[in-house]
């Protein structure tokens, strides 16, 4: 007859305990390795805390119900001597205990705060991103106390070392800790720098899709922060247009900057370049024909100097662009 008892850790300890070190005296494994092992399993399933004792007097080869399961061998020992109550001997020689404990692993990686929202009284939804597992977002516990072990690592663009669980089906992760590795407090003096970072973190926030890895727009973020950080001069301006071309390229929906969208016209003849055109709502560059042909009013030109430029930067790292003199306009 199967007997249920639900028992606590330190009653499970000790019955694992006695069970292993006098009645299998000739057990390989030490008794409390398997008594830790116990425990584990117990804490992970605790909240079914239940053993099935009958299975163990009707067939001496199953210990509990989903913590473990036990080999027996040819020699024969009175189950009675474990302290279970029973007279049914059970063959027990050796043990193999494969454990299945659900326990979630803890995953580290480098990443870059975005955006971090209220929750509760004192925690923080973040939206990160990741170098090995993009954008994701999960709870802080206690980030928005005074005393918290996060510290100033969540702030805006924070380069971080952060550990974090994931469950399976479960759109936010935990967040366990955060190490901070590059702060971009510094630049918050610069006014154009601080809008700039803003500009970052919301453009990424938007484009990137959540659970898909991209390593590139992770080292794009790294190297815009890293030359802002530089302090050079026009560093701001070079790394928002550097950071603007290639968001939307890696994104997928940079345009065609060579080729007339409306006749295929050689925009970049070097004996006679033509001027350039766009508008919002087409996907390409219009020669001027094609501009007065099709009645693209409104229609912005993209000057041939302008395409050099997208050009250098799309072949080029941006500490290797030709200098040249940076202003808003």
């Given at each position: 007859?199967t007997?249920?008892?639900?028992i606590?850790?330190?009653?499970?300890?000790?019955?694992?305990?006695?069970?292993?070190?006098?009645a299998?005296?000739s057990?390989e494994?030490?008794?409390?390795?398997?008594a830790l092992?116990?425990?584990?399993?117990a804490?992970?399933?605790?909240?079914?805390?239940a053993?099935?004792f009958?299975a163990?007097?009707?067939?001496?080869?199953?210990?509990?119900?989903g913590?473990?399961?036990?080999?027996?061998?040819e020699?024969?020992i009175?189950?009675?001597?474990?302290?279970?109550?029973?007279?049914?001997?059970?063959?027990?020689?050796?043990?193999?205990?494969p454990?299945c404990?659900?326990?979630?692993?803890?995953?580290?990686?480098?990443a870059?705060?975005?955006q971090?929202?209220?929750?509760?009284?004192?925690?923080?939804?973040?939206s990160?991103?990741t170098?090995?597992?993009?954008?994701?977002r999960g709870?802080?516990?206690?980030?928005?106390?005074?005393k918290?072990?996060?510290?100033?690592?969540?702030e805006?663009?924070?380069?971080?070392?952060?550990?974090?669980?994931?469950?399976?089906?479960?759109e936010?992760?935990?967040?366990?800790?955060?190490?901070?590795v590059?702060?971009?407090?510094k630049l918050?003096?610069?006014?154009?720098?601080?809008?700039?970072?803003d500009?970052?973190?919301?453009i990424?926030?938007?484009?990137?899709?959540?659970?898909?890895?991209?390593?590139?727009?992770f080292?794009?973020l790294?190297t815009?922060?890293e030359h802002?950080?530089?302090?050079?001069?026009?560093?701001?301006w070079?790394?928002?247009?550097?950071?603007?071309?290639?968001?939307?390229?890696?994104?997928?929906?940079?345009?065609?900057?060579?080729v007339?969208?409306?006749c295929?016209?050689?925009?970049d003849?070097?004996?006679?370049p033509?001027?350039?055109?766009?508008?919002?709502?087409?996907n390409g560059?219009?020669?001027a024909?094609?501009?007065?042909?099709?009645?693209?009013?409104?229609a912005?030109?993209?000057?041939?100097?302008?395409?050099?430029?997208a050009n250098?930067?799309?072949?080029?790292?941006?500490?290797?662009?030709a200098?040249?003199q940076?202003?808003q306009?």
């Amino acid at each position: 007859m199967t007997v249920l008892a639900a028992i606590d850790l330190g009653v499970l300890a000790e019955l694992a305990g006695n069970f292993f070190a006098e009645a299998v005296p000739s057990l390989e494994m030490p008794s409390a390795q398997f008594a830790l092992g116990v425990l584990l399993a117990a804490s992970a399933h605790a909240w079914n805390a239940a053993l099935d004792f009958g299975a163990i007097g009707e067939r001496g080869d199953e210990f509990g119900d989903g913590f473990g399961r036990i080999g027996f061998g040819e020699q024969q020992i009175p189950v009675e001597q474990a302290g279970l109550g029973m007279s049914k001997p059970a063959p027990c020689v050796n043990l193999m205990i494969p454990l299945c404990l659900s326990l979630m692993p803890a995953r580290v990686s480098e990443a870059i705060v975005l955006q971090t929202y209220p929750l509760k009284e004192s925690d923080l939804i973040v939206s990160f991103l990741t170098r090995d597992a993009g954008k994701l977002r999960g709870v802080a516990k206690r980030a928005r106390r005074p005393k918290s072990a996060f510290g100033a690592g969540l702030e805006r663009l924070s380069e971080v070392k952060v550990s974090y669980y994931q469950r399976e089906n479960r759109e936010l992760v935990n967040l366990d800790s955060c190490d901070l590795v590059h702060s971009q407090f510094k630049l918050s003096s610069d006014y154009y720098a601080a809008v700039s970072l803003d500009y970052f973190a919301e453009i990424s926030e938007q484009l990137l899709p959540a659970d898909e890895p991209s390593e590139r727009y992770f080292r794009l973020l790294q190297t815009v922060l890293e030359h802002l950080r530089a302090a050079e001069a026009g560093s701001v301006w070079r790394a928002a247009t550097y950071f603007s071309l290639w968001a939307v390229r890696l994104a997928g929906m940079l345009p065609e900057l060579h080729v007339c969208l409306g006749c295929g016209t050689w925009l970049d003849d070097p004996e006679q370049p033509e001027r350039a055109f766009f508008i919002r709502g087409r996907n390409g560059l219009f020669c001027a024909h094609c501009r007065g042909t099709l009645s693209l009013r409104g229609a912005w030109e993209l000057t041939a100097e302008s395409r050099l430029i997208a050009n250098d930067m799309l072949q080029h790292h941006i500490q290797d662009l030709a200098p040249r003199q940076w202003v808003q306009s």
